[in-house]
T-cell receptor, first 113, second 114 residues
Framework: TQLLEQSPQFLSIQEGENLTVYCNSS?????LQWYRQEPGEGPVLLVT?????EVKKLKRLTFQFGDARKDSSLHITAAQPGDTGLYLC?????????????FGQGTELSVKP | EAQVTQNPRYLITVTGKKLTVTCSQN?????MSWYRQDPGLGLRQIYY???????DKGDVPEGYKVSRKEKRNFPLILESPSPNQTSLYFC?????????????FGSGTQLSVL
């Protein structure tokens, strides 16, 4: 079974702090997606990274795909209360037709004013 | 508005009573998938469908059935629900090849099996 280990599982910080969420695997992925989920709603895609070493920025969020395409990170600069939510990474394996997306366990982020 | 619609939103049932959770998308997507979400376990794929009449097992298919008779609908069937199927269920669709493109998720169905 392919696994995607996400850490930390819970993170509680003050407004203005920086944070990093990690997503690691022993498997190689053809792409990796990051989602954000709010209570009572389904996950919403933030970004997809495809190339090893790729860095993408979305305002205060920076996403990086590892050179070997086995890991990824999400860095938030100067976190805001509006960043509160569940962050999920999801890897698309390279050995199938594109039907299976492996999700990490999620990181529950709470940003306090 | 482009969306994935799941029904019902909440469902409480008893062990062994067959139920169906419906899922419909209005984006003409070929790919659809069902996930269950449990605390500490993230989202686990139950079944997916690459196109009409094509379905395949995900990582946790036991106790579930699906069908894809039309492109827009992908119902999830629990023939004989058990308490370990109490979970939050999500349906998703994608317009690309399989899950390579952005997944659009429904709002979820919270199922409790007593």
């Amino acid at each position: 079974t392919q696994l995607l280990e996400q850490s930390p599982q819970f993170l509680s910080i003050q407004e203005g702090e920086n944070l990093t969420v990690y997503c690691n695997s022993s498997s190689v992925f053809s792409s990796l997606q990051w989602y954000r989920q709010e209570p009572g709603e389904g996950p919403v895609l933030l970004v997809t990274v495809v190339t090893g070493g790729e860095v993408k920025k979305l305002k205060r969020l920076t996403f990086q795909f590892g050179d070997a395409r086995k890991d990824s990170s999400l860095h938030i600069t100067a976190a805001q209360p509006g960043d509160t939510g569940l962050y999920l990474c999801a890897g698309l394996t390279i050995y199938n037709q594109g039907g299976k997306l492996i999700f990490g366990q999620g990181t529950e982020l709470s940003v306090k004013p | 508005e482009a969306q994935v619609t799941q029904n019902p939103r909440y469902l409480i049932t008893v062990t062994g009573k067959k139920l169906t959770v419906t899922c419909s998308q209005n984006m003409n997507h070929e790919y659809m998938s069902w996930y269950r979400q449990d605390p500490g376990l993230g989202l686990r794929q139950i079944y997916y469908s690459m196109n009409v009449e094509v379905t395949d097992k995900g990582d946790v298919p036991e106790g579930y059935k699906v069908s894809r008779k039309e492109k827009r609908n992908f119902p999830l069937i629990l023939e004989s629900p058990s308490p370990n199927q109490t979970s939050l269920y999500f349906c998703a669709s994608s317009g690309g090849t399989g899950a390579r493109e952005k997944l659009f998720f429904g709002s979820g169905t919270q199922l409790s099996v007593l």
